[in-house]
Every structure is written in structure tokens, then in C-alpha cells.
């Protein structure tokens, strides 16, 4: 299959079980290359349905303090993409594993076509391109298309009228709703508007809409997850990894993606 279609699989599992996907965030080598390899893999045993897996970038425009913070500490340890697709490469026989990554990063090296065969080769279903908005650059989404992976678009709340619709026309594996204006983190609660702007763009939408940026609890996943095809959350596991006792993070993390999928998995039938 390929990686539109493992996602696509992904979502469609999870919407027989009468529940949203659920789909946790981490940064690639942080706390350290060993560690998130332990993190990955606690995830795919605690209810993820899919993964997103951060590339570590010195200068990101979508991620708040906590995401920004596991990235330096990531590159300062020395974390390379490689380091990155050898995580993705342990799991995504398990789950589609969605690689969230930088246009510079994509760019550099040897350019588009080489980090999209070395992300298809180490089973990486799609990329989250923050920075890489509808009309800026098609080569890199065509080339990623060619090599099979899904190239998953991002609607904001500023994102109104046509532009909405022409993103959802394009999108592939899914289209990642950001839930609130701003970077990535916790938040005190789930935006009153995030109800009608999730139906908006499933409306528009041919692939399921998986919904991110500030859900931080079991409670956060369930509301989300009552509307939206998939829940993602990543401030909240990130801070609880760099919280944990030296060697506890993976346990740290499974509790709480245990608590979240029980959550999720009851929020359609009325029952927390």
C-alpha cells in the first residue's frame, strides 16, 4: 500500500471501533536516540493508531517553547534525519508513522527526491510540512506524491473561504486542523469555535481531519474526539518525557496514551 493508503487504513480501523484515531507526537532523539526509540514504541503499544514523529529543526515557525526546546536538545545531542528514520523504521511496520518536518530540511542535502526515497524506504507514510503552504513550492509535493507518501496539509482558523476549500482539494492521508491560533502547546481548554470548523472542513474534505495544537489531556482527546476523525497530541507527551526520571519516560508516556485511548475510545458513546 502506500503510505495515503496506510493512513487511510489507519483511520478507517479506528472509525469501525466507533472511535477518532488517535495520534501522538514526539521529537525525534530527545531525551536521547535511545530513549525515543523506547517512546515510539511505548506509543504503538498504549493505543496509537498513527504517529507523528518530529525531524529536530533549529528554527521552527509551528512549535511552541516545549516542542522548541526538545529539538535543541535533540540537535545539540547530535540527532541527524537518519537518526530520526531509524525511529520511524522500528514502528511503521506496526503504525503508519507520519514524519513532521521543515521545508529547509527537506531542501538540504542532496534535495527532495533523496529525503523522499530514504523516508519511503525507512516506511514513513507522509510528512507534515509546516512551512510549505498551497502554492509555494509543488515540486516538493509532487515529489513526495511520486515516492508514495502522503503530503498533509494544515488548516488554520485564519483559514477562510476558497483557500480552505482549494487545501482540503489537495490534501493526501489527511488534513491536520490547528486548533487555535499560535504555536504548539497545552491549553486551558478545547477553543468553543474548534466544533464548527472541524465539520467545516470535513465537509470539504475527501480524507479524514485529524485535529492538533493544545489538547492536553485524557478530557481534551474525548471532546475532539466526538467531532474529528483523529485526535493528535504533543506538547503535553513531549513536557511528560522531559519530566521523567532517567529511564521512565516510555512508561511515562504509555500511562498517559493509555488514559487518552480510553478516553477517545468512549467519547462517541456518551461515557468517560
Do not use: W
Not at 6 to 27: H, N
Not at 108 to 123: C, L, T, V
Not at 223 to 238: F, H, M, N, P, W
Amino acid at each position: 500500500m502506500t503510505g495515503a493508503e496506510r493512513i487511510a487504513a489507519a483511520f478507517a480501523a479506528a472509525g469501525e471501533e466507533g472511535r477518532a484515531a488517535l495520534m501522538p507526537y514526539m521529537m525525534g532523539g530527545f531525551p536521547d536516540r535511545e530513549t525515543s526509540t523506547a517512546i515510539a514504541r511505548s506509543y504503538a503499544e498504549n493505543g496509537a493508531d498513527l504517529i507523528e514523529l518530529g525531524v529536530p529543526f533549529s528554527d521552527p515557525l509551528a512549535d511552541g517553547p516545549v516542542i522548541h526546546e526538545a529539538a535543541v536538545k535533540a540537535l545539540e545531542a547530535g540527532t541527524k534525519l537518519d537518526d530520526v528514520l531509524a525511529i520511524c523504521r522500528e514502528v511503521a511496520d506496526r503504525v503508519p508513522v507520519v514524519l513532521m518536518v521543515y521545508t529547509n530540511t527537506i531542501l538540504g542535502g542532496a534535495g527532495p527526491e533523496a529525503f523522499a526515497a530514504k523516508a519511503a524506504e525507512a516506511g514513513a507514510c507522509g510528512v507534515i510540512v509546516p512551512d510549505l503552504p498551497l502554492g509555494e513550492d509543488e515540486k516538493i509535493r509532487e515529489t513526495m506524491t511520486a515516492a508514495g507518501l502522503a503530503v498533509v496539509p494544515l488548516v488554520a482558523p485564519t483559514t477562510l473561504g476558497e483557500r480552505r476549500a482549494e487545501i482540503c482539494r489537495i490534501a493526501s492521508g489527511f488534513v491536520y486542523v490547528v486548533s487555535s491560533v499560535g504555536t504548539t502547546g497545552e491549553r486551558a481548554e478545547v477553543p468553543a469555535h474548534l466544533k464548527e470548523l472541524v465539520e467545516d472542513v470535513e465537509s470539504k474534505s475527501k480524507v479524514p481531519v485529524a485535529v492538533g495544537f493544545g489538547i492536553g489531556s485524557p478530557e481534551h482527546a474525548a471532546i475532539v474526539g466526538q467531532t474529528a476523525d483523529g485526535v493528535i497530541i504533543g506538547s503535553k507527551l513531549v513536557r511528560l518525557a522531559a519530566e521523567a526520571a532517567p529511564g521512565q519516560a516510555a512508561e511515562a508516556v504509555g500511562e498517559f496514551m493509555s488514559e487518552a485511548a480510553a478516553a477517545v475510545a468512549s467519547a462517541r458513546s456518551g461515557v468517560r
